[in-house]
């Protein structure tokens, strides 16, 4: 009794303060709900969209819900014996599950992105081996657009379909950039609307960007494998006071439980996990290769 007592008591103050910040800030809060609501499903939406991708908004927002409740309704469930930290798990497993569909997008993308930079190598290539045997620039995309895998054969293809539309090439191209949104993408559109306006030589100019981007793909390549070291070794390190816990629960489990069950021990938990993600994040700071 007294624990259902406790329970709603902290709600009702919670509930209280909460109503109170946002009352204070109903623009700003009204601004970042409907960003993380409407907002992420409309973003989720196009990035895929620019995958080629067609994809419903209804089910996104749809997977965006599941993925929350779910996961906070398994947590409380597992936790309900203590009713306070099933209440306050739940509503912490539910808010951060749901970054998660826009953050596995956005990892989609970027791992697209990353391999279409990486058969831009040979899709130059080709390419200005095609204008060197006296194919003109549209010739050439549809040679590399069929030989090519995807995505690079998908995003020429766009563009050749752009191209047939109408639009002119320079168009299409920096419609691609737009849709890539890659530096190295940048600097072979650029290349080529200006050298399409002033003149030149686009083979040697599409051998020279290729040039480039290979060595800029192994320096990128080298600093990857160090990044990845540190963030595995900054795992490591958060992860150890889940191991520790884990080992005094087998061990001695009757000094680990008052953790879980007395308001003291709750505060504690929460001011050590509020403590363990600021560690992670200086951690992942602190590891982070900017060139």
């Known amino acids: 009794m007294n624990e259902i007592f406790n329970a709603l008591t902290l709600s009702i103050t919670v509930g209280v303060l909460v109503f109170m910040i946002a009352f204070t800030n109903a623009n700003r809060f009204l601004e970042w709900l409907r960003w993380q609501s409407i907002g992420t499903r409309d973003y989720i939406v196009e990035k895929m969209a620019l995958m080629f991708i067609e994809v419903t908004p209804n089910r996104v927002l749809l997977v965006m819900i599941s993925s929350s409740v779910l996961p906070a309704l398994l947590t409380f469930w597992l936790v309900m014996p203590n009713l306070i930290p099933a209440v306050i798990l739940m509503f912490s497993v539910g808010l951060a599950m749901w970054f998660v569909p826009k953050a596995v997008v956005d990892g989609m993308f970027?791992?697209?992105v990353e391999l279409f930079n990486t058969q831009m190598v040979d899709g130059?290539?080709?390419?200005?081996?095609?204008?060197?045997?006296?194919?003109?620039?549209?010739?050439?995309?549809?040679?590399?657009?069929?030989?090519?895998?995807?995505?690079?054969?998908?995003?020429?293809?766009?563009?050749?379909?752009?191209?047939?539309?109408?639009?002119?090439?320079?168009?299409?191209?920096?419609?691609?950039?737009?849709?890539?949104?890659?530096?190295?993408?940048?600097?072979?559109?650029?290349?080529?609307?200006?050298?399409?306006?002033?003149?030149?030589?686009?083979?040697?100019?599409?051998?020279?960007?290729?040039?480039?981007?290979?060595?800029?793909?192994?320096?990128?390549?080298?600093?990857?494998?160090?990044?990845?070291?540190?963030?595995?070794?900054?795992?490591?390190?958060?992860?150890?006071?889940?191991?520790?816990?884990?080992?005094?629960?087998?061990?001695?489990?009757?000094?680990?439980?008052?953790?879980?069950?007395?308001?003291?021990?709750?505060?504690?938990?929460?001011?050590?996990?509020?403590?363990?993600?600021?560690?992670?994040?200086?951690?992942?700071?602190?590891?982070?290769?900017?060139?």
Not at 234 to 249: E, H, K, Q, R, T
Not at 266 to 286: D, E, N, P, S, T
């Open 110 to 112: 970027n791992r697209r």
């Open 124 to 291: 130059l290539g080709l390419m200005a081996n095609g204008m060197k045997s006296g194919l003109s620039i549209v010739q050439s995309l549809g040679m590399v657009q069929r030989e090519m895998p995807n995505p690079f054969s998908q995003e020429l293809d766009y563009v050749l379909k752009q191209q047939l539309l109408g639009i002119s090439v320079e168009d299409a191209f920096e419609n691609l950039a737009k849709r890539i949104g890659s530096e190295d993408v940048n600097m072979f559109v650029t290349s080529v609307v200006i050298l399409k306006e002033t003149g030149g030589n686009l083979a040697e100019t599409f051998e020279t960007i290729v040039a480039v981007i290979r060595e800029r793909i192994k320096v990128e390549k080298k600093i990857s494998a160090m990044m990845r070291q540190n963030l595995a070794q900054g795992a490591i390190v958060a992860s150890m006071p889940f191991a520790l816990m884990a080992m005094f629960y087998f061990s001695d489990e009757g000094f680990l439980m008052p953790m879980f069950r007395e308001p003291l021990g709750w505060a504690l938990l929460a001011i050590a996990f509020i403590f363990w993600i600021l560690g992670v994040v200086m951690i992942y700071k602190v590891v982070q290769i900017k060139v």
